[in-house]
């Protein structure tokens, strides 16, 4: 199937400090999701992208689209201890109707 | 708003046993997904259903059956559980457009001893 590279797996930051995660792949994906899963939850939808370039908000949320459909980023501005959990890219490969692709996660500590 | 729901949260069982996961959601959503989350592998999608009485497999769909005889609900059965299967499963669902997100449950641990 699908493979999508996210990276780093795990990062140990302070309070207040910047973050930046990414997802890449060797295929052309037509959206990009970031999830973020606390313990004993289920994933919930921090930000969506459809368009090559879209570069998207949420509070201190920006994740962006890469322009050659086959990366995205999620950046997190001065983090607070509740932004602790996993964070998950997933994408939807171009074509037909295939599923999504989740990475395998980063985890956030704070 | 319950949205989606997974039961049980938490299961143990044994070895050999048929175990039934269950996932309802109040959405009417078309499209449900059932996934399983092991370390270092992320979301590994198990089987989906498009709409009532179509099912697709996933990219792990071996020890599985599926059911979709309502739109709202969408059972995972484990026909005779291995210890392979322990896991975390997540059932998710969405809209008829594929450029809607999933939404996800709670979850449900399963142990096999």
């Known amino acids: 199937g699908q493979q999508l590279n996210q990276s780093p797996q795990s990062m140990f930051i302070q309070e207040g400090e910047d973050v930046s995660m990414n997802c890449t792949s060797s295929s052309i994906f037509n959206t990009w999701l970031w999830y973020k899963q606390e313990p004993g939850e289920g994933p919930v939808l921090l930000i969506a992208l459809y368009k090559a370039g879209e570069l998207t908000s949420n509070g201190r949320l920006t994740a962006q689209f890469g322009i050659t459909r086959k990366d995205s980023f999620l950046n997190i501005s001065a983090s607070i201890p509740s932004d602790v959990g996993i964070y998950f890219c997933?994408?939807?490969?171009?074509?037909?109707?295939?599923?999504?692709?989740f990475g395998s996660g980063t985890q956030l500590t704070v | 708003d319950a949205g989606i729901t997974q039961s049980p949260r938490y299961k143990i069982t044994e070895t050999g046993r048929q175990v039934t996961l269950m996932c309802h959601q109040t959405w009417s959503h078309s499209y449900m997904f059932w996934y399983r989350q092991d370390l270092g592998h992320g979301l590994r999608l198990i089987y989906y259903s498009a709409a009532a009485d179509i099912t697709d497999k996933g990219e792990v769909p071996d020890g599985y059956v599926v059911s979709r005889s309502k739109t709202e609900n969408f059972p995972l059965t484990l026909e005779s559980a291995t210890r392979s299967q322990t896991s975390v499963y997540f059932c998710a669902s969405r809209g008829t457009d594929s450029n809607q997100p999933q939404h996800f449950g709670d979850g449900t641990r399963l142990s096999i001893l």
């Open positions: 997933a994408g939807r490969p171009s074509g037909s109707a295939r599923q999504l692709t």
